[in-house]
């Protein structure tokens, strides 16, 4: 015997309504797109794709290919650029080693420091959070110890 109360019996108008006060307040809630960005609130009509995307973190890290190993062995030191939905490992030599985009905004939004990220066929544990002028820096120096040390003549 059915009763007039029951789920199956109850009208969808009242499931409409509910529905659409739930979408009202997700659209109001503050969002960011960046941790170094201050919170805007998005809502249809300033929600602005190109800010997402100009918004770049640079971290340094440590990368070896992809291996289930507890003890991993690091092959070398190099640079996590983090720009929108792009995600790039980049070594001392400032050479993009691999890149991947198929992670999503909310993961790419919580990476920190000695977070393990997956980028292609290898994967980098983060170090430190860097600005892109010292990324330029530590490069060069590297740069420069290295050339002392393979010169002609010596």
């Not at 009242?14 to 797109?33: C, G």
């Not at 805007?40 to 190109?50: A, G, K, V």
């Not at 918004?55 to 092959?75: I, L």
């Not at 650029?81 to 939004?109: Q, T």
């Amino acid at each position: 015997m059915r009763r007039s109360a029951a789920p199956s019996r109850t009208s969808q108008s009242q499931d409409l309504s509910i529905n659409s006060n739930l979408v009202k307040t997700a659209e109001y809630k503050s969002v960011s797109h960046c941790s170094s960005s201050p919170k805007m609130n998005i809502t249809p009509t300033n929600f602005n794709l190109s800010h997402a995307m100009k918004c770049s973190r640079y971290f340094e890290a440590v990368y070896a290919k992809a291996s289930t190993k507890k003890h991993k062995k690091w092959e070398g030191d190099g640079f996590v650029e983090v720009e929108g939905r792009i995600i790039k490992l980049i070594n001392e030599d400032l050479k993009v080693i691999a890149s991947a985009s198929g992670h999503k905004l909310a993961f790419l939004n919580e990476i920190d420091i000695g977070s393990v990220v997956h980028i292609g066929s290898y994967e980098a544990e983060l170090i430190s959070l860097i600005e892109k002028p010292q990324l330029i820096n530590l490069s060069s120096k590297s740069n420069d110890g290295t050339e002392a040390l393979h010169a002609p003549g010596n």
